[in-house]
């Protein structure tokens, strides 16, 4: 008994010294949460206050327009404003969200023009639907608030990459613009919508980052994410490609890691691709349902030419026209080509350089609803740089205010020009 009493209070007398010992790992811990904490809460809030400003803006010129109660719900109508957030692309992306996929070349009999085919929606990438459908079934909200929630949460993880991005390369100040330039950008008004834009930008970013800080394997997953959320991830892909190799060349890290994220990389895209070619019983359906049925297709530029040289002499006899909106879409396209000189400039990484080039192509480069071409070019995050780059010399306060007034304008050339004036 003594034996056994005097072991207890040795292993007693021990456990003050040995619970000490635990806590400075778990203080660790919140220290750590505190500094992340407090890193991230001002690009956050500085970005979720100029999203608010345009948001409030939009909503305000929509609901004093009205026009949104007469339209088709699929088409931008609805009983309230905020409806017309879930119309057009919000549409098929809940729809897909519900019922699934069904992938098929349906010709529409006796048709000779353009649309020969019907839309269906195998068109849309499967990411996206298949969050909204995991956040619906977490939460409890129908298809139109989980895809909200999706597109809100993936936009603020789109700031936080661009702003870690621009912070990589320059400094934070430089950082908290470039998210600043990401809620009040042309094409913003689908970054709190029920499109798939947010989301593929914060992968996007975040895969570009983790090139910049030599991650490869979870640039190669981000990068193969970004595949089953948009076609234009093939953009991202080459990037990713193109960076690894000059590592690979470079000898800086390895062999297995960069050849990892270069195969990777383009699983999802091509895994897609293959299944609705599958599935439709030919290889390249998904192109063929593309100039079919929503006549966007690789045209080496003709339709962009076409509208640009129609637009300054007030013609709208092109494809697709939507004047307003086509108006807005063709000065974005004329400041993306002014800034691209400026980012090659600031010399960043070839991951970007490339990114930027390739998506500019595939945009440009391809027949479509030219008024989209403000969203489509939303994901060019990197040409914020060069903005960022002046923008850091301002003042916290007179950044705000700069942004602020963009902010406003963006509710009505992001937000209103695209969801009532033209097709988002």
Not at 349 to 362: D, G, M, S
Request: contains cysteine; charged residues 15%; positive net charge.
């Amino acid at each position: 008994m003594n034996e056994t009493t005097t072991r207890t209070s040795t292993w007693n007398a021990r456990l003050p010294e040995q619970l000490p010992g635990a806590a400075p790992e778990h203080d660790d811990r919140r220290q750590r949460l505190r500094r992340t904490v407090k890193r991230h809460t001002p690009v956050l809030a500085f970005y979720g206050t100029l999203k608010l400003i345009g948001f409030a803006s939009f909503m305000w010129l929509l609901h004093s327009a009205g026009n949104y109660r007469t339209k088709n719900p699929r088409f931008g109508g609805g009983a309230h404003a905020w409806d017309v957030l879930a119309s057009w692309d919000g549409w098929w992306y809940q729809q897909i969200a519900i019922h699934g996929y069904h992938p098929e070349l349906v010709r529409i009999p006796g048709a000779t023009g353009l649309i020969t085919l019907e839309g269906n929606s195998a068109a849309f990438f499967p990411l996206y639907p298949a969050l909204i459908r995991t956040a619906s079934e977490l939460t409890g909200l129908g298809s139109y608030g989980a895809g909200l929630l999706v597109s809100v949460l993936a936009s603020f993880a789109a700031a936080l990459g661009i702003h870690a991005v621009a912070a990589h390369l320059l400094d934070r100040r430089a950082g908290l613009a470039a998210a600043g330039l990401w809620a009040v950008w042309p094409g913003s008004g689908v970054e709190w919508a029920v499109y798939s834009d947010s989301l593929f930008v914060a992968l996007a970013a975040w895969a570009c980052h983790a090139v910049l800080t030599r991650r490869w394997l979870t640039a190669g997953l981000l990068t193969c994410a970004a595949g089953l959320n948009r076609p234009t991830a093939a953009a991202l892909i080459a990037a990713v490609a193109v960076a690894a190799l000059l590592a690979l060349r470079d000898r800086r890290d390895g062999i297995p890691r960069p050849l990892a994220a270069m195969v990777v990389a383009p699983l999802g895209l091509l895994a897609y691709l293959g299944w609705v070619g599958r599935r439709m019983g030919d290889y390249g359906g998904y192109f063929k349902l593309q100039s079919g049925a929503w006549a966007h297709e690789w045209d080496y530029g003709r339709q962009t030419l076409d509208v640009l040289t129609s637009i300054p002499v007030g013609h709208t006899t092109y494809l697709f026209a939507w004047p307003f909106a086509d108006l807005i879409s063709a000065a974005v396209v004329l400041l993306g080509c002014a800034l691209l000189p400026l980012l090659i400039r600031l010399r960043p990484p070839a991951v970007l350089i490339v990114y930027t080039v390739l998506t500019v192509v595939l945009v440009l480069g391809s027949q479509q609803i030219f008024s989209n071409v403000s969203r489509y070019l939303l994901p060019l995050f990197p040409l914020f740089l060069p903005l960022a780059a002046a923008l850091r010399r301002l003042g916290l306060a007179h950044q705000f205010i700069l942004l602020g007034i963009a902010a406003l304008a963006s509710g009505s050339y992001a937000g209103y020009a695209l969801f009532e004036l033209g097709v988002p």
